[in-house]
């Protein structure tokens, strides 16, 4: 997708589930290369985001941690965990994703669900808390340069409300 951002394919981009860019800072197995996040960007092109993913990785074994079997988890299938952030590590991606972002050029919106970003942390399951979730929220928002739009959303990432929220982000983006 970066690279067809880069050559033009796109208008704008509804990105939902950037959590590559953690899993690249933190050496996990859905890491998307160190320029994800970016192009679109560079580009100008207009985009709505979501946190789908970011408060959760997938070590690799070679960079599995001694606290992994401590934290709370949530299994995919039989063969692959997600595993929470700890709160230093929700720093740490929310900065990394807020650099990333202030080098666009065009139109930007980050869409935070109250609710749960992704199944694996909807209301209900081990893995929901939206305290912790709030960290990587208000470090992005003391990252981010003032023209980047951060905006909560008061229902969960998979709410048909939330899909409404992003396509109405979107359009009024795409306006010029």
């Not at 960290?135 to 023209?147: I, N």
């Amino acid at each position: 997708m970066e690279e067809m951002l880069a050559e033009g394919f796109f208008d704008g981009v509804v990105d939902l589930a950037p959590g590559g860019v953690g899993e690249q800072l933190l050496g996990g197995m859905r890491a998307a290369g160190t320029k994800r996040l970016e192009a679109a960007g560079k580009a100008g092109i207009p985009q709505v985001i979501a946190p789908s993913g970011v408060n959760f990785m997938s070590p690799s074994r070679k960079n599995y941690k001694p606290d992994y079997p401590q934290r709370r988890k949530y299994d995919l299938d039989k063969d692959r965990t997600w595993l929470r952030l700890s709160m230093d590590e929700l720093k740490q991606v929310a900065e990394a994703m807020a650099g990333k972002l202030n080098q666009a050029q065009g139109p930007v919106v980050f869409l935070i669900p109250t609710r749960g970003w992704s199944t694996a942390d909807a209301p209900g399951s081990a893995a929901y808390d939206p305290e912790e979730d709030r960290v990587f929220t208000e470090t992005l928002r003391r990252q981010c340069k003032p023209e980047i739009t951060i905006q909560t959303v008061e229902t969960y990432l998979n709410d048909p409300a939330f899909a409404r929220a992003a396509v109405e982000a979107m359009i009024k983006v795409l306006k010029p």
